[in-house]
């Protein structure tokens, strides 16, 4: 037997699956999905069987055995081998990296090999016994021999078996003991007149009899040992039971069930349009403005997947969503929901996906990776803030949570529900074509108003002499709303604010000796740290090019609005949300919930707060300054600001009480601002696909972004200009290549950075040509210590 495995060995030259002999003791047992640990050259590593055979093309003497099996049952099923195949021919990865994405990042690293047995332990088979009766662990070796006797337990469902992660922390697990209940087999038990400690616990057993203990307490409350309680259990005096409890990140005491809200007449239209589709592979596009009830919408069309048996993925963008959405959905669903997000550990992660790969759970609300739930019967998938670049992957595999939603749509013939106040340009542009359905909702569920949006000419602020960051009318606005005690958001865009040091009599600002860009000034640690590469340096006393002692801390926007704030509104009370408050585990959550419960007049913050907040008392939103992300060397830049001014400014005034939105910009007349006022998508949208169309941009166009490094500026240079030739050399004559030109940061971890761009409308000969690419690389310049990343449809270019 011949097992096709794909080996974690990223960097070698041929990517294809390596044939190796299963060894007899592990024939029972392994199937595609399971990884495996086998040797390749001098090492062993890790690898996913994809595939058994009976003969190789390989000669047999050639092949080596796999030396260990490392699951006992795949970590990936069918389904999910299948869409690697896909992803890495879509997004031009590795296969291994498409393999890695989907399984928990637990099961990634090298645990040690041990496998946690639940279930009903004291009937298993006779020669299994002795190794569960006091611990529930499997160690690997005792594993081979047992691996046909255990085959068949777990094909009858008696036991699960399951890779220890747990390390030198114990996976949670409960030894529970039910002790027998008829008080006439548990005197049937004989025990010998001498067996003192055996009478002890009978004598305890028989005053509990039929109630269920934990063995720890067994033996404590009568007194006795493990080896007592294992003797009278072999007897018959009770059964063993062993349950594993989950780290659970969050408990559910506190919530209380919510039912359904009556649908408005809008969302009713769109909810029938969504559950007539279930079961097919329909895509909708559900635009609607902020607080218009798509949540509800969404809650309301799982209710049904789950009736139909099936289980639903909701995606969100980012962590700092997921408090205020899980809520909601724990108290709709209950403990059906599984949370999947980056601020939990990896157990707790590795916790969750058990609970969707065993079915106890139906629902799985997360950010881009959930995605990949390895739930069997998905009746839907939605994602919500369908706009949000957060949902590509940066590195590889670069893929776009939505792109796998549409292929495990179609697998699973599942619809999809797309959701956005402000839907990013392709969807749109897909909707308008047919291709997604139209679904929209035009006013707010509980019938407010939309906020009033004022835009506030800073340019104006200058010539009247006010240098604060704070225009007059916002100044006063926040005032007014402190005397009434409602709440306040604020907002500063945090790109193009970053804290640094600066010497006042030279200029010279502190930057990474390894990269082109300055440092970020640590206030907390008093250090200054680069964001690409890691490079840590103490905060000199004088500058090192001019020997002046005027050193000047530039602090993180945010710390120096707070500052600004506690000097124009002493009494005040502030929260401040960014990277640096929130680096902490439930940091969010605390902050979020802090400010929920008033406990803060005004929440400062990043793009973290622009999106998801949902608290009545908000009335008063401000942006500081809305041009940051304007002038972003980004196509997108105009439609990110859109999208931030319109998510921002429904933070306001979703309850009773009506919202002003304050938007302090220096370019007021752009079109970006003036159409979020009144958060008029559809003008906004013509407008800007007309600019995409003179440029060349998506969604006209599609884009791939190659980017070449090497530590040397000049073979760096070279190896793009090559590219670029071969490129036009193969490409259409229809399709541009802009480039190669230095990248944004055109040295990073002292590596020289090029870039290139494809552009097309129509490209048949593509595919081949980047694989082709991607061969010479491997061939050619990866022994020359090049790096190539291929990015297609990036998120920013
Ligand atoms: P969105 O997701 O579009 O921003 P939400 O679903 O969060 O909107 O709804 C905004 C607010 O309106 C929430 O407080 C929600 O509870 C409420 N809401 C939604 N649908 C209804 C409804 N049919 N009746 C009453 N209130 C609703
Ligand atoms: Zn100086
Ligand atoms: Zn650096």
């Known amino acids: 037997m011949i097992a096709e495995v794909i080996v974690d060995v990223a960097a070698h030259p041929i990517d294809r699956p390596f044939d190796y002999v299963v060894p007899e003791r592990f024939r029972p047992l392994i199937e595609p999905g399971m990884r495996v640990k086998v040797p390749f050259g001098p090492r062993k590593v890790l690898g996913f069987v994809t595939g058994t055979k ?9 092949l080596k055995p796999i030396h260990e099996l490392m699951d006992l049952v795949p970590v990936l099923n069918k389904e999910m081998l299948q869409l690697a195949d896909w992803m890495k021919d879509e997004t031009l990865c590795f296969e291994i990296d498409a393999l890695q994405v989907m399984i928990p990042s637990a099961l990634r690293a090298k645990y040690e090999k041990r496998f946690v047995l639940t279930g009903e332990l004291t009937e298993l088979a006779e020669p299994l016994q002795p190794y569960f009766q006091r611990k529930p662990f499997l160690r690997a070796q005792d594993a081979v021999e047992l691996f046909g006797l255990l085959k068949t337990e777990l094909d009858k469902g008696t036991i ?12 949670k697990k409960a030894r529970m003991v039910t002790i027998e209940s008829s008080l006439e087999k548990l005197e049937a038990i004989e025990i010998r007149a001498n067996a003192r400690q055996q009478l002890k616990l009978m004598e305890f057993m028989k005053s509990h009899a039929g109630s269920t203990i934990e063995s720890a307490d067994l033996q404590k409350q009568s007194g006795t040992t493990l080896q007592t309680v294992t003797a009278l259990l072999d007897k018959g005096a009770g059964t063993l039971q062993v349950t594993e409890t989950y780290r659970s990140p969050e408990s559910l005491a506190d919530i209380k069930e919510k039912a359904p809200l009556s649908l408005t007449l809008e969302q009713q239209t769109a909810f029938a349009a969504v559950r007539d589709a279930l079961g097919t592979s329909k895509t909708f596009l559900l635009h609607g ?11 309301q069309t799982i209710d049904r997947v789950l009736k139909e048996g099936e289980e639903a993925v909701m995606l969100v963008p980012e962590i700092s969503l997921t408090p205020q959405m899980t809520l909601r959905f724990k108290e709709r669903f209950g403990d059906q929901v599984a949370v999947l997000h980056s601020g939990l550990s990896a157990g707790e992660k590795y916790d969750e996906w058990r609970r969707i790969q065993r079915g106890e759970v139906k629902v799985a609300v997360g950010a881009r990776s959930a995605v990949f739930a390895p739930f069997r019967n998905l009746g839907l998938i939605i994602l919500d803030e369908e706009h949000e670049s957060s949902y590509k992957q940066d590195d590889a595999p670069r893929y776009h949570a939505r792109d796998v939603a549409l292929w495990r749509s179609r697998y699973y013939n599942c619809p999809v529900i797309l959701g956005s106040a402000t839907p990013s340009l392709e969807s749109y542009a ?41 225009s007059v009318e916002l100044a006063e606005a ?26 006042r009599d030279c200029g010279t600002v502190g930057e990474c000796p390894h990269c082109d860009i300055s440092l970020t000034y640590h206030r907390s640690k008093e250090h200054m740290k680069c964001h690409y590469c890691g490079f840590e340096a103490q905060v000199p006393d004088i500058c090192p090019e001019c020997g002046s002692e005027h050193i000047r801390f530039f602090g993180t926007g945010t710390q120096k609005v707070e500052e600004e704030i506690a000097k124009l509104f002493p009494g005040a009370r502030t929260l401040r949300m960014d990277v640096d408050t929130t680096r902490q585990k439930g940091a969010h959550e ?26 009545p008392n908000i009335t008063l939103v401000g942006v500081l300054s809305a041009d940051t992300t304007l002038h972003l060397p980004d196509f997108r830049a105009s439609e990110k600001t859109f999208q931030l001014l319109t998510q921002v400014s429904g933070r306001a005034g979703r ?12 370019t007021p007349e752009h079109y970006a601002i003036t159409l979020a006022k009144n ?46 030739r071969f490129l036009q050399n193969n490409l259409s004559p229809g399709t541009v290549i802009i480039g190669p030109s230095a990248s944004l940061v055109a040295r990073v971890n002292d590596r020289y950075r090029y870039q290139c761009l494809i552009k097309y409308k129509k490209e048949p000969r593509l595919t081949e040509t980047l694989h082709q690419l991607i061969r010479i690389h491997r061939a050619e310049w990866i022994k020359r210590g090049a790096t190539l990343s291929i990015d297609k449809n990036p998120s920013t270019v």
């Open 54 to 62: 009976s003969e190789s093309d390989m000669q047999q003497s050639k």
């Open 160 to 171: 699960t078996a399951e890779t220890d992660i747990s390390q030198k922390t114990e996976v």
């Open 289 to 299: 403005v902020t607080g218009s009830g798509k949540t509800e919408i969404y809650l």
């Open 430 to 470: 897909r909707a308008q074509k047919g291709v997604y359905e139209l679904l929209t909702l035009e006013s707010r569920a509980k019938n407010q108003p939309l906020p009033e949006v004022r835009i506030v000419d800073m340019r104006e602020e200058l010539r009247n002499g006010n240098r604060s960051m704070f």
């Open 478 to 503: 926040i005032r007014e709303k402190l005397e009434k005690k409602e709440q306040i958001v604020l907002f500063l865009n945090k790109r193009g604010y970053s804290s640094f040091v600066l010497c």
């Open 590 to 615: 605390r902050i979020l919930t802090a400010f929920g419960e008033g406990k803060a007049d005004i929440l400062l913050g990043t793009q973290m707060i622009a999106k998801g907040l949902d608290f």
């Open 655 to 666: 309850d009773v009480l009506p919202g002003t939105v304050y938007v302090q910009s220096y």
């Open 679 to 724: 958060q008029n998508y559809e003008p906004f949208y013509t407008q800007e696909m007309t600019t995409r169309r003179q440029n060349g941009y998506p969604p006209y166009f599609y884009v791939v972004n190659i980017q070449f490094t090497h530590e040397d500026l000049m073979t760096a240079g070279d190896y793009a200009d090559q590219t670029v």
